[in-house]
């Protein structure tokens, strides 16, 4: 059987679908997440009809440039925190959290599609789920191989918070008590938030040592997850 053909077409078809989406994260950066299949097209020189057979419509494109952000930004983050012997669990800690802000930092755009505010008219499907937990997962991994080391906690989980953690410890591998997922969200939240006030200037004019202030804020929350120094 004559693979060639079918082959060929994949291989093309796969360039264009890249193509599109360089230039559409082109466009976020001067459009924000208002992305306009037209405008897409008129930078690519085509009409934008001939998209269509790559994205059906504007949502397709912004679910295939949100799973891409989500990958790659959770690629930054695994192989900052593998470069770390495996028993320094602050040192990959720190090291995840870096590697986010590093890479949001450099991707303003596709950062301000993921975490800023809402497409209109958009919601994401469920295939963007998996890989926008990469980052809490490998926050939570760090935690469960450090389960022998780490520090007391005394502050108690609400009833109905301690519901809410045992439905999303159940649903992924690994023994990990509420109070301890509870402290890992608390600083997953907080890494987000900061970088949030980074990225979409908030900090302009409070906070000049901005490195030093993500690290300072880092280590209070490896601290708060009961990581040892």
Known sequence: ????????RARVRSEMSQ??????RRRLAVEGSNLSLRA????MGIVAS??????PSRDALLTALITDGYEALGKAA?????AVPRDDLRGRWLAVCH?????SLSHPAEYGLLYGYPVPGYAAPQETVEPAAKVILLLAYIVIDGAEQLEPLSSP?????RTDLRRLIDQHPGDLPEDRLDRVLIGWTHLFGLINFEVFGRLESMIEARAEYFDHHMGLMA???GIPR
């Open 50 to 55: 001939a998209l269509y057979r790559y994205f």
């Open 40 to 43: 897409v097209a008129r930078d």
């Open 78 to 82: 695994a192989e900052a925190e593998a």
């Open 1 to 8: 059987m004559d693979m060639s053909a079918p082959s060929l």
């Open 99 to 103: 590697a986010v802000r590093a890479w």
């Open 157 to 161: 989980v609400p009833e109905p918070v």
């Open 19 to 24: 193509e599109i989406k360089e230039v559409a």
């Open 223 to 225: 601290d708060l997850a």
